[in-house]
Every structure is written in C-alpha cells, then in structure tokens.
C-alpha cells in the first residue's frame, strides 16, 4: 500500500502549499480523458484527501464504485436530489443578474432552450457534474479533481457539499460558488446557475480547457 506522499510524489517534509500544487499536477496527469485510468484518478483524490485529515495513513487500492443507473433527464426520478439549473451566459441576453430574486421564476417563464435552463434529478453517489453528464449535458470543466474553477457554479437555493476545497476563497464560498465536479447536493432541491466561470474573481483560476474538457461526455 502506497502512502498519500508517494501516490501525490511529495516528499513527507512537504509543506500545504506544495502538497496542494502537487495534487493539482496530479490530477490532471492521471485524468482518464488524458491517457489515465479512473482508478489512478480516485487514488490521487483519495490520497489528498487523506493528507488533510491523516498524513500517516496508507492509501488502500480500491476499485472505483459501479455507475449508478440515470435517473429522469426531466426531473421527475423523486429518488435522487431535484435540480434546477440555470446557464450563466443567458443571463445578459434577457437583462438579468445573478442576484435576481426571481431569476428562477424569469427563466421558467420565457421558454429556454433544455441546454439552458432545465430540471434533473442527482442520484446517490454521483456529484452535480456528473449527473449533468449522465443526462446529456455538456457542462464546462477541466480537471475533474477541485483544482481549478472551470466547473463552477453559483448556488442560488440549496447546498452543494464538497469534500475538498482548496481553489476557492472563503468569500467566494460565501457567496455561494462551489465546484461541480467534487460537489455533491446535500438538500433535497437545489437552484444552480452553471458555467459561472468568467465571474471576475474566477479568471485566475481556471485551465485551458484544450484535452481536459470534451465537447460532449459521450465523444
């Protein structure tokens, strides 16, 4: 068994700041949509994980938990989390702010394309992204591991929890942005505006998309 410094390639001496730059090189190496494997993949996060919690424990090779079934792309699975989402780029064609009280109740009324504006139902164990994949969505991300902000979302009602977090700011958090690729409903209903990242204060913290992110889950 491998310990969380050798699978991250730190030494144990290491400090956060390397520990953290580390993951984030990790991450991307080990992505499966660039020539990694899922398992190296979880091992890297598991790794990290563990380094905030425990550094001295061993990292123990699991395989990857089996997919769960799709709910309804319409929303209607009362199984899993109900989600109502919003795409951020709409919002200066119609003349509305993230702010909008009724942002919500504007969007449900003047007729979205799905892509834009929609419901979906998050099922146990997937993460907000990948119940968007599963559903046919292509939303924005790159590393797929917390390291960057491509993935973003504000959260407008509900809470979207994270494991880990260490790209966005307290005042971000604040705010209500979370990362969709790490960030799992902890509510039963949740209103998300999506693709959030060219929010000002996001600008440093996204990669270049290029490999990392496909044009649809399915390619």
Known sequence: MASPFEVLGVDPDADEEAI???????????????????????????????????????????????????????????????????????????????????????????GLDPADYGRFAVEPR?????????????????????ACANCAVAVVEGELESTIDDVLTPEMTDRGIRLSCIGTPVTDDLRIVYNVKHLPDLDDLRLPADRFERARPSD
């Open 20 to 110: 953290t730059r580390a993951y984030r090189e990790r991450v991307k190496e080990v992505h499966p949509d660039h020539g990694g494997s899922a398992r190296a993949f979880q091992a890297v996060r598991a790794a990290y994980e563990r380094l905030q919690e425990n550094p001295d424990a061993p990292i123990v090779d699991e395989p990857p938990e089996p997919d769960v079934a799709p709910g309804d792309a319409d929303g209607d699975d009362q199984r899993g989390v109900r989600v109502e989402y919003l795409n951020y780029e709409v919002l200066d064609d119609h003349g509305w702010d993230l702010a909008d009280p009724d942002l919500f109740e504007k969007a449900a009324a003047a």
């Open 126 to 146: 997937e993460t907000l992204l990948e119940a968007a994949e599963n559903r046919g969505f292509a939303w924005p991300y790159a590393c797929r591991g917390g």
